[in-house]
């Protein structure tokens, strides 16, 4: 079957440096996105990697390793505004994108 | 700008009764998709549309059915709630067919069915 697996939960600290994982097993890979949830409104689109390597935009970074079938979201200089859900989503061999339960972040003073 | 337009934003409804979300986007996306989302699983694809004319079943589709009369609309039916259909619907849109762009969401439709 497919499978998106990322930690349920993270706690960090304002200022500091957080890394989700995301790993993935699905049928075929077309790409892989990184959104973000704040509670009780609609995710909204952050990346899109689908080669190897780091694609840096401002504060979040997002890294993908398709032979080892891993990604990451690096949020750097946390804010408080970055308490949220992560979601991560792999498109398949259809186009079709398989989404993982999400990271809720945790920033704390 | 209103982008994706979703109603009700909330509704308690009994169970066996009929209901429809409604979905209106001014993009003039081609694609759209109505996913559930709950608690401790990731976002579900119960069915979309590629192209005005055009729809497809996704991983959750029972109970569940939708029409594309049109670019702009995307209606989700529930012929007869369920207390399993307790959710969070999200509508979504893409420019393109495929997911190989970034999707815009609704602000979602919480129903509850007892």
């Known amino acids: 079957g497919q499978n998106i697996d990322q930690p349920t939960e993270m706690t960090a600290t304002e200022g500091a440096i957080v890394q989700i994982n995301c790993t993935y097993q699905?049928?075929?890979?077309?790409?892989l996105f990184w959104y973000q949830q704040h509670a009780g409104e609609a995710p909204t689109f952050l990346s899109y990697n689908v080669l190897d390597g780091l694609e840096e935009k401002g504060r979040f970074s997002s890294f993908l390793s398709r032979s080892k079938g891993y990604s990451y979201l690096l949020l750097k200089e946390l804010q408080m505004k970055d308490s949220a859900s992560y979601l991560c989503?792999?498109?398949?061999?259809?186009?079709?994108?398989?989404w993982g339960a999400g990271t809720k972040l945790i920033i704390k003073p | 700008i209103a982008g994706i337009t979703q109603a009700p934003t909330s509704q308690i409804l009994a169970a066996g009764r009929r209901m429809t979300l409604r979905c209106t986007q001014d993009m003039r996306h081609n694609a759209m998709y109505w996913y559930r989302q709950d608690l401790g699983l990731g976002l579900r694809l119960i069915h979309y549309?590629?192209?005005?004319?055009?729809?497809g079943k996704g991983e959750v589709p029972d109970g569940y059915s939708v029409s594309r009369a049109n670019t702009d609309d995307f209606p989700l039916t529930l012929a007869s709630a369920v207390p399993s259909q307790t959710s969070v619907y999200f509508c979504?849109?893409?420019?393109?067919?495929?997911?190989?762009?970034?999707?815009?969401f609704g602000e979602g439709s919480r129903l509850t069915v007892l």
């Open positions: 699905t049928s075929g890979f077309n790409g």
């Open positions: 979504a849109s893409s420019p393109g067919t495929g997911s190989t762009g970034e999707l815009f």
């Open positions: 989503a792999v498109s398949d061999s259809n186009y079709q994108l398989i």
């Open positions: 549309s590629n192209t005005a004319g055009t729809t």
